[in-house]
Structure formats: C-alpha cells, structure tokens
C-alpha cells in the first residue's frame, strides 16, 4: 500500500498552466525530500524541481526556473509541481520520487517510493 501517484498531466497549449500533483499512500510525504523528473521520449529522465523535508529548501533546474514552483501541503500528504507558460519542450512523462534529504543533492540511494508518471503533452 505503500505508493506515490502523480496526477494532473495532459495536453495543454503553449503558454498554458499544469499543475502536477504527488500523492501519497500508505506512508507519510512529510517525512521524505520529494525530486520531480521528467523523460522525454529517446532522453534520459531528468530531475527538474526538489523539495525539502521540511520544504524549507526548493530546487529548480534551469530549463524550468521561473515558470515552476513545487509546494508541499502536507496536510494532504503532497507536494504539488505548479507548471506555467509551458513550452513544447516540456512535453515528457513527469514523475515523482521521495527519499532522505540527500535526495535534492542528487543522491538517489535510500529513495522510499517513485511514481508511475503522468504525461504532459504541450502542443498547439
């Protein structure tokens, strides 16, 4: 029972808005860093936002700053990827992964649970 569930992808016009959630079951977000990654068909999965244990520290890769913000409301166990004026090469499968802190360093051992992905498709 122990899962993580994004939600909120689909198709969207260039210039538009997503907002991407990360859902918990089983176990509690808040006691885990949550990375958001992205993989575009024939590239390699790439992480573009973290998010603090405590949410205190957030991380944006240059590709996507300014134009995403990741939150967490932890009383609905999840942390959220707000998308905005999105670009047709932000078209990819959006997946979450939560873990120790070190996971928003780029360490990826100890990491407690990742999603399955939802599929952001930009395009006019």
């Known amino acids: 029972q122990v899962q993580l569930v994004e939600s909120g992808g689909g198709l969207v016009q260039p210039g538009g808005s997503l907002r991407l959630s990360c859902a918990a079951s089983?176990?509690?977000?808040?006691?885990?860093?949550v990375r958001w990654f992205r993989q575009a068909p024939g590239k390699a999965r790439e992480g573009i936002s973290c998010?603090?244990?405590?949410?205190?520290?957030?991380y944006y890769d240059d590709s996507v700053k300014g134009r995403v913000t990741i939150s967490r409301d932890n009383a609905k166990n999840r942390v959220y990827l707000q998308m905005n004026n999105l670009k047709p090469e932000d078209t990819a499968v959006y997946s979450c992964?939560?873990?120790?802190?070190?996971?928003?360093?780029?360490?990826?051992?100890?990491?407690?649970?990742w999603g399955q992905g939802t599929q952001v498709t930009v395009s006019s």
């Open positions: 089983g176990f509690t977000l808040d006691h885990y860093a």
């Open positions: 992964a939560a873990g120790p802190e070190g996971l928003c360093s780029g360490s990826y051992y100890g990491i407690h649970s």
């Open positions: 998010v603090s244990i405590d949410g205190a520290s957030t």
